[in-house]
């Protein structure tokens, strides 16, 4: 059973520019959250994703960030005209279903460097 | 709201001697405590999870961790640290839905030979 998947792994993006995160969850699990890692500090939470549903989107940034979850294929965090500031590592968890014990597998993370 | 704290972001130990992880929790619900480690360029790796059991929580790799709620703690601890060791550690806090989990900083830790 393959684990989480993210692609690309690393990925160079100019200012202005979109930058595409992919994250293929682990087979069966229907949910999907979303983690940033800026440099020196700990992963803070964007969005929390179940199939063609937004479920809670408090950590994502107001503007120019936005998540998919499609019925087929992966989830797609997506930022639209990057800044500097964008630079982090952005990982991926999914889990078989909410509650007790269900556990979040991560994927090894998408490095964005905004030049 | 939950949240963690770990205290030192930087922790080193010789080869053989005790590996000590600080984390302490701010919960209003019971919580769900869980220390992930990530190597360099990789994604997290569970090590373990306390989920309102056991207290004294064992882990992958040798690594255990009690949950004291007078504390409101959840130290990660290891008898004898081997080089394989050296990673940074998040310790992270969710509510029973696990929907919001909230990281810690990260302490990197080094083993020295």
């Known amino acids: 059973n393959a684990g989480v998947m993210q692609n690309p792994r690393h990925l160079v993006r100019r200012r202005g520019q979109e930058a595409r995160l992919r994250c293929s969850p682990m087979?069966?699990?229907?949910?999907v959250y979303w983690y940033r890692q800026l440099p020196e500090e700990g992963l803070k939470f964007m969005v929390y994703?179940?199939?063609?549903?937004?479920?809670?989107e408090s950590g994502m940034p107001k503007e120019r960030f936005s998540a998919e979850f499609p019925k087929e294929g992966p989830s797609i965090l997506r930022i639209q005209q990057v800044v500097r500031g964008d630079s982090a590592a952005y990982f991926c968890?999914?889990?078989?279903?909410?509650?007790?014990?269900?556990?979040?597998?991560f994927g090894p993370g998408t490095r964005l460097l905004v030049l | 709201a939950q949240s963690v704290t770990q205290l030192g972001s930087h922790v080193s130990v010789s080869e053989g001697a005790l590996v000590l992880l600080r984390c302490n929790y701010s919960?209003?619900?019971?919580?769900?405590l869980f220390w992930y480690v990530q190597y360099p360029n990789q994604g997290l790796q569970l090590l373990l999870k306390?989920?309102?059991?056991?207290?004294l929580v064992k882990g992958i790799n040798g690594f255990e961790a009690e949950f004291k709620k007078s504390e409101t703690s959840f130290h990660l601890t290891k008898p004898s640290a081997h080089m394989s060791d050296a990673a940074e550690y998040f310790c992270?806090?969710?509510?029973?839905?696990?929907?919001?989990?909230?990281f810690g900083a990260g302490t990197r830790l080094t083993v020295k030979p």
């Open positions: 992270a806090v969710s509510d029973a839905n696990n929907n919001d989990m909230r």
């Open positions: 968890a999914s889990s078989l279903n909410t509650g007790d014990q269900e556990t979040q597998y």
């Open positions: 306390y989920t309102s059991a056991a207290t």
């Open positions: 087979k069966g699990h229907s949910h």
């Open positions: 994703l179940q199939k063609e549903n937004i479920i809670d």
């Open positions: 919960s209003s619900v019971p919580p769900y």
